[in-house]
């Protein structure tokens, strides 16, 4: 099981999600700079970290989404490869075109760093299978663009298609249907705004977000 | 060749920083301010033989997200 984490100049939680999946894979995690053409083809999980890529200049995720290595993670969500976005990943994903939808400035304008109560919508994708469908789980957000948005049929095919995998208890910041965290159409990308690679040790207060990476690892693999 | 690129957020589209700017200049105390909108723009000195057409797949691939921004081109 061999994990990377895509590094942008400006990323900031690429360290703490490579601990994540270091811990649950009991292998180092490969870091792939933005310039970098190709992800290695035994990479069994991609994830795109927080931050702020590239000073969040044009929009959140902007920048980083027409970056070179970002076409190679275009290919390996294409070839089934499972692609996880955390914040400015999200951010990335969707405007990569990965992902569905846009992630505006939060409705209040403010930034938005607290825990938030979720709610685990869908228990059955290769992220969320060490949740309970309905299951209450305490995340920490820290995001100034987190309010998504998408059209009336791409919400409804959305909620349709159980791709809403995590969604706010209460709003948190204008996003259309609670909305916290999506599935593509395939199943195998996620992206979220909450952070569960902040929260996967004791140390941490919590560790509600370890099982996402154990159900990740565990889904993967078999 | 200088071409402005207007970006701005769809009609359907909630407009925080609209709103924030609305709220503010009713509090310096202007009156009949019905709405506000707030957009981006980028400007782009050009080659002369870059066409029409480049400009558009510029605005599409990278200057506007049409998730959620029109964009309006304006050669100058």
Redesign the interface.
């Known amino acids: 099981m061999k994990s990377a984490v895509v590094v942008f100049p400006g990323s900031n939680c690429d360290r703490d999600l490579a601990v994540a999946l270091e811990q649950v894979t009991g292998r180092e995690a490969a870091m792939l700079w933005h310039r970098a053409t190709e992800i290695p083809n035994d990479i069994d999980i991609i994830a795109v970290p927080g931050g702020f890529s590239y000073g969040d200049y044009?929009?959140s995720g902007?920048m980083a989404a027409?970056s070179p290595i970002m076409r190679a993670v275009a290919d390996a969500a294409s070839r089934g490869v499972a692609v996880l976005g955390i914040c400015n990943g999200f951010q990335i994903l969707?405007?990569a075109g990965l992902l569905?939808?846009?992630l505006?400035?939060?409705?209040?304008?403010s930034f938005i760093c607290r825990d938030v109560k979720l709610t685990v919508e869908n228990s059955q994708s290769i992220f969320t299978s060490r949740y309970d469908a309905g299951e209450a789980v305490t995340f920490p957000v820290a995001h100034m663009d987190g309010?998504y948005?998408?059209?009336q049929e791409t919400l409804d095919r959305l909620e349709g298609e159980g791709r809403i995998a995590f969604r706010y208890a209460e709003p948190v910041n204008?996003s259309a249907h609670n909305i916290a965290g999506i599935l593509s159409d395939a199943g195998n990308v996620l992206g979220m705004m909450p952070h569960p690679e902040r929260v996967i040790e004791p140390a941490h207060g919590k560790t509600d977000g370890r099982r996402l990476f154990e159900g990740l690892v565990e889904t993967v693999a078999a | 060749m200088k071409t402005r690129v207007y970006v701005t957020l769809k009609g359907g589209v909630l407009d925080p920083q609209g709103k924030a700017i609305h709220h503010a200049l009713e509090g310096l105390g202007f009156a009949g301010v019905n709405d506000v909108r707030a957009g981006k723009l980028i400007e782009l000195d050009l080659a002369d033989d870059v066409s029409e057409a480049d400009i558009d797949a510029m605005c599409r691939k990278l200057l506007a997200n049409t998730v959620i921004e029109n964009y309006r081109v304006e050669r100058i």
Not at chain 1, 104 to 109: D, E, K, T, V, Y
């Open positions: 044009l929009r902007a027409r969707t405007e569905p939808g846009a505006m400035r939060n409705a209040g304008l309010n948005i998408a059209d204008g």
